[in-house]
């Protein structure tokens, strides 16, 4: 398995127009809506972290970890709701505290400020797309988050944000993202159930666009925790966890890892571990071992580009 979080990082939380943009050091005001057991990862190599908690009309909805000389985030975390979704947002944000701006709401990208000069010292700016052969791959999905309006725009801000191969972007990781939504809709929407997702990107050596701005991620990876720790009853032991990761090229596989297998063999935490009323600890949200292998299973049998690893 490659070492998939040893990198610098740095944390933000994301919003748009009329958002504000709160730091909070440790998550504070914040940790308990994104993370599983109120714990963010424990990532080797964090160094000079910044912990933003964003809001969009007094409600948070996710966070991002944010490399401000890379300009890419290194992952957002966010939870999972399957309300209907309305029309996708097309409109593009940047963040004006990452420009040093005294502004606590975020900007909507215009003609005016979408420069390099005014904004894009620490992040990405809509210029730098640009003709870069390129999408504007999310790590946080829009079709994720079908609760409100205010939602859906919440994802669309250049921090949450990286590069992405077209083909990639619009064919197998679409794809994969829809089956795993489905899949937890199915088998993670019972009574107490709560899912926390973690979706990142691995940066590259030597890839970038816009003169060296922004970094090229080699790959896209998410993890999935279905927490059951609220759940009664049998119900209780039906949370489960797995781990994705595909390379950002044309036609890649999706390889698929239980949550054992995806993290590195080094001190690294994805999901706090849960110790119950009883004493007994659940380790890295794997409630029920025996669920996850079978959705890992399930998962791979609809398409043969994703392979069990």
Not at 25 to 34: H, P
Not at 40 to 60: D, H
Not at 274 to 294: H, I, M, P, Q, R
């Amino acid at each position: 398995m490659m070492n998939i979080f040893g990198s610098v990082v740095t944390v933000i939380f994301l919003s748009f127009n009329f958002v504000k943009l709160e730091v909070s050091q440790n998550f504070a005001k914040c940790i308990d809506e994104f993370f599983y057991q109120k714990t963010a990862p424990m990532l080797k190599g964090l160094v000079g972290s910044t912990q933003i908690c964003q809001r969009l009309q007094n409600r948070y909805y996710y966070a991002t970890e944010y490399d401000t000389t890379k300009r890419i985030p290194h992952y957002s975390a966010y939870t999972l709701s399957f309300d209907k979704c309305g029309s996708r947002f097309k409109k593009w944000f940047i963040e004006p505290q990452l420009a040093d701006k005294n502004n606590s709401n975020m900007l909507e990208i215009n003609k005016a400020n979408n420069n390099v000069t005014t904004f894009g010292s620490k992040q990405a700016v809509n210029i730098d797309y640009t003709g870069s052969g390129y999408e504007r791959g999310h790590l946080n999905p829009q079709l994720y988050h079908c609760e409100t309006e205010g939602s859906r725009k919440a994802t669309n801000t250049l921090t949450n944000i990286a590069p992405q191969v077209s083909s990639f972007n619009q064919g197998i990781w679409n794809v994969f993202e829809t089956t795993l939504y489905d899949i937890t809709k199915r088998d993670c929407n019972f009574v107490g159930a709560r899912r926390y997702f973690i979706t990142g990107v691995l940066p590259s050596n030597s890839r970038f666009i816009s003169n060296g701005r922004v970094n090229v991620p080699d790959h896209y990876w998410t993890t999935v925790c279905c927490d059951s720790s609220r759940a009664k009853g049998v119900l209780f032991t039906e949370g489960w966890s797995a781990g994705f990761i595909g390379e950002n090229k044309a036609d890649p596989s999706i390889s698929i890892y239980t949550i054992q297998k995806f993290l590195p063999s080094f001190s690294i935490k994805l999901f706090a571990d849960y110790t119950d009323v009883n004493g007994n600890t659940v380790e890295n949200c794997l409630f029920n071992s025996t669920k996850a292998d079978n959705i890992i299973n399930e998962i791979a049998s609809t398409d043969t580009r994703f392979i069990i690893k």
